[in-house]
């Protein structure tokens, strides 16, 4: 018999259509908002901010910027996964005063974990930490993926964006983020033929390796 979270992972699809009239609860938003949070990430960095969007004008402007994908006028809200446009070394100073208020761990044995990671980031280029900094926002979107699947709630993860076009439609760059990920969330339409698609996997047997 199938665990429930499998049954649920086997519900969740790509969603095409949304049903525009049905609205996620606001407890249901606070579920997703909690859970990008506790996403894991490297060294604990949480290089990532999530903008939230309710509100139909500006989902409606999303569209042109989305490959004409009109989920992201249709769903209730569409949460948007930004990474930060640098990571300074205050940003990591901060993230380490912040083990030491809410952990009280000395100084003596977080300075060298410091020193060690500033050092380290300051010596790569910084399309190499964006790229790192991406794969923290899709390690956040596999998580509010499997999420949304437990709470019921529909989503679509999309990379088809111009995230250039996102970035200006939301005044991300004034903010120092950048857009990389976009998961439109809300209830499938009745009629959204996809729902009912069987789902295409290769099989388990084909893409597990035991030793
Ligand atoms: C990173 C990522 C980007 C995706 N981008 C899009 C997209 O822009 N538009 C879309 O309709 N589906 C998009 N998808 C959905 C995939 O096509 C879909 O997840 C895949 O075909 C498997 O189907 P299922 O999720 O319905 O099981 C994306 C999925 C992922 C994981």
Redesign the pocket.
């Not at 679509?156 to 964006?161: A, D, H, K, T, W």
């Given at each position: 018999m199938a665990s429930d979270i499998i049954e649920k992972l086997n519900w969740?699809?790509?969603t095409?259509k949304f049903d525009s009239t049905r609205k996620l609860s606001e407890e249901k938003i606070q579920i997703l908002k909690d859970a990008f949070n506790l996403t894991a990430t490297s060294y604990g960095l949480q290089p990532l901010k999530m903008v939230v969007i309710q509100n139909e004008d500006l989902q409606q402007k999303l569209v042109a910027a989305s490959?004409e994908?009109q989920?992201v006028a249709q769903a209730s809200h569409v949460l948007v996964l930004c990474i930060e446009a640098s990571l300074t070394s205050s940003y990591i100073k901060n993230h380490f005063n912040r083990v030491e208020d809410i952990r009280n761990t000395p100084r003596e044995i977080l300075d060298p974990f410091e020193e060690n990671l500033i050092s380290s980031f300051s010596s790569k280029e910084q399309e190499d930490i964006s790229l790192w900094m991406a794969k923290q926002a899709?390690i956040a979107?596999g998580n509010l993926l499997t999420v949304c699947a437990y709470e019921e709630i529909d989503s679509?993860?999309?990379?088809?964006?111009v995230p250039a076009q996102y970035d200006e439609i939301l005044g991300l760059t004034e903010k120092r983020l950048q857009s990389v990920?976009v998961l439109p969330v809300g209830y499938r339409a009745e009629d959204d033929m996809?729902s009912e698609l069987k789902?295409?996997r290769r099989g388990t047997e084909e893409v597990i390796i035991e030793m």
């Open positions: 969740r699809y790509a095409k490959m994908q989920q899709y979107m679509c993860p999309m990379e088809g964006f990920l996809f789902k295409v």
